[in-house]
C-alpha cells in the first residue's frame, strides 16, 4: 500500500512558477514509476509527467514540454514538478500516481496508487 499526499499549490500569475511535492509512505517508493495528472473543471483527468524508478527516463505531455520539469528524491520518498512560465491553461487540480509498472504510462487506469490534489491556479 502506498499513500501519497501533494503539496505546493496556489494561486500564482501567469509567467509565474510553483513547484509541486508528492511525499508517499511505505519502504517501496523506490520501486513505483511515479506520474503527474491534472483535472480542470469539466475536463478529462489528463496527463502531464512521468518518470522512472531511477529518474533514468521522463515524459511530457506536448503542451508543458520546456515549462515543466518532474523529479525524484527516492531518499526522501518524493517526486516534484517544477512548473515555469505558467498559463491560465495550466489551472487545474494536480494529483500525483504511483505505478508498479515497468513502462511509462500515460493512461490513468494504470496507476494503481493516487494522492487527493493539489489545486494550481494561474491568474491571466
Known amino acids: 500500500q502506498v499513500q501519497l499526499v501533494e503539496s505546493g499549490g496556489g494561486l500564482v500569475q501567469a509567467g509565474g512558477s510553483l513547484r509541486l511535492s508528492c511525499v508517499a509512505s511505505?519502504?517501496?517508493?523506490?520501486?513505483?514509476?511515479m506520474g503527474w495528472f491534472r483535472q480542470a473543471p469539466g475536463k478529462e483527468r489528463e496527463f502531464v509527467s512521468a518518470?522512472?524508478?531511477?529518474?533514468?527516463?521522463?515524459v511530457y505531455t506536448d503542451s508543458v514540454k520546456g515549462r515543466f520539469t518532474i523529479s525524484r528524491d527516492n531518499a526522501k520518498n518524493a517526486v516534484y514538478l517544477q512548473m515555469n512560465s505558467l498559463k491560465p491553461e495550466d489551472t487545474a487540480i494536480y494529483y500525483c500516481?504511483?505505478?508498479?509498472?515497468?513502462?511509462?504510462?500515460?493512461?490513468?487506469?494504470?496507476?494503481?496508487?493516487w494522492g487527493q490534489g493539489t489545486q494550481v491556479t494561474v491568474s491571466s
Open positions: 511505505g519502504r517501496t517508493f523506490s520501486s513505483y514509476a
Open positions: 500516481a504511483a505505478t508498479s509498472g515497468v513502462v511509462l504510462t500515460k493512461r490513468p487506469n494504470r496507476y494503481e496508487y
Open positions: 518518470i522512472n524508478w531511477s529518474a533514468s527516463t521522463t
